[in-house]
T-cell receptor
Framework: ETGVTQTPRHLVMGMTNKKSLKCEQH?????MYWYKQSAKKPLELMFV???????ENNSVPSRFSPECPNSSHLFLHLHTLQPEDSALYLC?????????????FGNGTRLTVT | GEDVEQSLFLSVREGDSSVINCTYT??????LYWYKQEPGAGLQLLTY?????DMKQDQRLTVLLNKKDKHLSLRIADTQTGDSAIYFC????????????FGQGTTLQVKP
């Protein structure tokens, strides 16, 4: 496995369900990110973890709960979501500390909240 | 402000050149990136340019940077149908590596 892998690729959940999105990076990076991509909106940065510590939380509702158990894995726990939370959720990783730290993205999880 | 702006749509004929434009606002930007997103996929890093450069060429891709006007462009030579995708520009600011500011994306449609 190389790059950034996300599971599941598609998820349909009701508003009362609890589910988790998983991300794994095989690039040896030390930072991981969750982005939300909705139709006709710019990419929204949700959370940033650097060296397994959450360094940014962009006013994301508490129904989204991230977890970073180690530098290779990132989860997004979901509960009591709203239909407007339907979107493509993208995970990314980067190597912090260098001058050039591009993000490497996974293929995303397409979430539909019914 | 934080805005990175792109036109939303570009249509070209196969074999023509495509030019996708982007403007940004922060003069402290260090690196500028172009990403490609195909349907059902994540964002793939295409190329990048350091802010002290004004041009970078990589096979069919040419990136031009006008730092004075804060204008970035991506030229794709001999555009193919496989180039149809959404293209995002993004900037990285000094001391803020890893947190990129993205434009809203330009949809490139390549007609046969």
């Amino acid at each position: 496995e190389t790059g950034v892998t996300q599971t599941p690729r598609h998820l349909v959940m009701g508003m009362t369900n609890k589910k988790s999105l998983k991300c794994e990076q095989h690039l040896g990076h030390n930072a991981m990110y969750w982005y939300k991509q909705s139709a006709k909106k710019p990419l929204e940065l949700m959370f940033v973890y650097s060296l397994e510590e959450r360094v940014e939380n962009n006013s994301v509702p508490s129904r989204f709960s991230p977890e970073c158990p180690n530098s290779s894995h990132l989860f997004l726990h979901l509960h009591t979501l709203q239909p407007e939370d339907s979107a493509l959720y993208l995970c990314a990783s980067s190597q912090e500390g260098g001058r050039n730290s591009p993000l490497h993205f996974g293929n995303g999880t397409r979430l539909t909240v019914t | 402000g934080e805005d990175v702006e792109q036109s939303l749509f570009l249509s070209v004929r196969e074999g023509d050149s495509s030019v996708i434009n982007c403007t940004y606002t922060d003069s402290s930007s260090t690196y500028l990136y172009w990403y490609k997103q195909e349907p059902g996929a994540g964002l793939q890093l295409l190329t990048y340019i350091f802010s002290n450069m004004d041009m970078k060429q990589d096979q069919r891709l040419t990136v031009l940077l006008n730092k004075k006007d804060k204008h970035l462009s991506l030229r794709i030579a001999d555009t193919q149908t496989g180039d149809s995708a959404i293209y995002f520009c993004a900037e990285s600011r000094s001391g803020n590596t890893g947190k990129l500011i993205f434009g809203q994306g330009t949809t490139l449609q390549v007609k046969p």
